[in-house]
């Protein structure tokens, strides 16, 4: 047994101390960045944010929205979207909001392969697993690397500078950073296992910048001022999940209770995904998702307003005309358990 005695922080445990700035307005920041990806050598230019591949979150009509918004966010689709709906999506829309997501099993992958080769072109690929430690899984995305060359390649969820290191070298252009932060996970609480995720971005993100590879932070954004932490601890993507739920978007049902609407919400591992998408929890993992009822809110487009428009006045707090310099901009100031209870979300 061995323990890390360094204190690992969370989005909750710090602020981000204001600079002094010569930006007159948060209408002179530039929130989108430039990146070439390590492997595939394919360019990115927009707004670093992904809806996560979740039911409610990675939908059609949160691509169209997106499209349609022109900031160039994209969306990791869920899975379970039969072939011929992806064929006519991909066919109107084109490839460059999206990424194809796909899990570790021959289910996903004979559709991948069956999509190609019916003559779709995806660009962007999202290979996602609850654990991204097992040697199988690097073995997995080789093989994805090898037969994808010019797929760019998200994969994870890891949140250790050497396991991020490994996937970079095993063909991963984007590493996916975060176990057990997500707002529907109960990773932490049925296994005990996880990583504070602002320490996981920040230790991750200098893994994957040492071998010219980028970070997604995927998980625990709650409100738009994580999303500025995640990028000033120097994530290079942010995913988000419960932030994008509940919207028309969502492609759910709005049920009204008590003159109120909501939305239902849940892990792509709870019983609720798992009897939806596999007739119910399979026997050898206990479910590590939870279901909860998120009030609707309407047009996806004000949440977007709200989430691009706190991004940029952090940009101006710390002087950054433009989001690649957030992070050398950030300094983050630690605050106590007490204030954070007081203040920390205000
Ligand atoms: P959020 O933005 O809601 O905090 O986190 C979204 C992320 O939670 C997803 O991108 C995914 O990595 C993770 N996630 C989604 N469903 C589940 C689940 O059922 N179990 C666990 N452990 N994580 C989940």
Redesign the pocket.
Known sequence: MHIEEDTKLDFKDVLIRPKRSTLKSRKDVDISREFTFKWSGKKFNGVPIIA???DGVGTFDMARAFIEDGNGLSVALHKHYPLADLQTFYKENGPDSIWYSIGMVKADEEKLAEFIKAGSKPDKLCI?V?NGYSEHFVDFVKGARERYPDLTIMAG?VVTGEMVEQLILAGVDVV?V?I????????RKMTGVGYPQLSAIIECADAAHGLGGLICA?????VPGDIAKAFGGGADFV?????LSGHDQSEQEIVEKNGEKFVQF?????DT?MKKHKGGVAEYRAS??KTVRVPYRGDVADTLQDVLGGLRSTCTYVGAVRLKELSKRTTFVRVTQQLNTVFGQG
């Open positions: 996560a591949n979740m996602d609850a969820n996916k975060g057990g932060p997500g707002s529907v996970c109960t990773t995927d998980g625990g954004c709650t995913m988000l999940g419960g932030m849940y892990g792509m591992s709870s995904a590590e998702g």
